[in-house]
T-cell receptor
Framework: DQQVKQNSPSLSVQEGRISILNCDYTNSMFDYFLWYKKYPAEGPTFLISISSIKDKNEDGRFTVFLNKSAKHLSLHIVPSQPGDSAVYFCAASTHNAGNMLTFGGGTRLMVKP | SQTIHQWPATLVQPVGSPLSLECTVEGTSNPNLYWYRQAAGRGLQLLFYSVGIGQISSEVPQNLSASRPQDRQFILSSKKLLLSDSGFYLC???????????FGEGSWLTVV
């Protein structure tokens, strides 16, 4: 039972354009959501997070949007840079479950120069 | 600042051999500690987590085990490795009252 899904395994974007990475979840008890970036053979790096009491959080080129009614979140990267090429994981947690993270399967983003 | 280290970075082991991956966290006390695995082309799977010394919870039944002999040390072990144990193993930590998990550099295990 995949509670967090990233339905697009890969995404290709031109440098300077917007990258939109999507994530869907099924557990309505999730109250905290995170995005991680992962390069090959390295540990994931925390990017940005959002609490369920918000619908948007912005940090530089990265913005995360949360649509609770649709159980959907997205990560926008503007403008995209070649160094953004990596695998992006979304994750969700429930405070009542000790903040254990449930990860999506990841989306590989390729930003072309 | 807090840091996390795990080793070895790369390991090639024969089937049936033992395994020991170590992880240490510096700059924090009483962290929650985690072991994840990323199999080839797949997402991150939680294997074990620990909320304190000697306290281990297993998420997936398998031939792996974990131990936490000290507050900031987490060890992943196996007595006899299987081919299916190959993968990228990640140690991670979270502050006791925090929401964000931070990962180590990862360890590549290839069982041959």
């Amino acid at each position: 039972d995949q509670q967090v899904k990233q339905n697009s395994p890969s995404l290709s974007v031109q440098e300077g354009r917007i990258s939109i990475l999507n994530c869907d979840y099924t557990n309505s008890m999730f109250d905290y959501f995170l995005w991680y970036k992962k390069y090959p053979a390295e540990g994931p790096t925390f990017l940005i997070s959002i609490s369920s009491i918000k619908d948007k959080n912005e940090d530089g080129r990265f913005t995360v949007f949360l649509n609770k009614s649709a159980k959907h979140l997205s990560l926008h990267i503007v403008p995209s840079q070649p160094g953004d090429s990596a695998v992006y994981f979304c994750a969700a947690s429930t405070h009542n479950a000790g903040n254990m993270l449930t990860f999506g399967g990841g989306t590989r983003l390729m930003v072309k120069p | 600042s807090q840091t996390i280290h795990q080793w070895p970075a790369t390991l090639v082991q024969p089937v049936g051999s033992p395994l020991s991956l170590e992880c240490t966290v510096e700059g924090t006390s009483n962290p929650n500690l985690y072991w994840y695995r990323q199999a080839a082309g797949r997402g991150l799977q939680l294997l074990f987590y620990s909320v304190g010394i000697g306290q281990i919870s297993s998420e997936v039944p398998q031939n792996l085990s974990a131990s936490r002999p000290q507050d900031r040390q987490f060890i992943l072990s196996s007595k006899k490795l299987l081919l299916s144990d190959s993968g990228f193993y990640l140690c991670a930590w979270r502050q006791f009252s925090g929401n964000t998990i931070y990962f180590g550099e990862g360890s590549w295990l290839t069982v041959v």
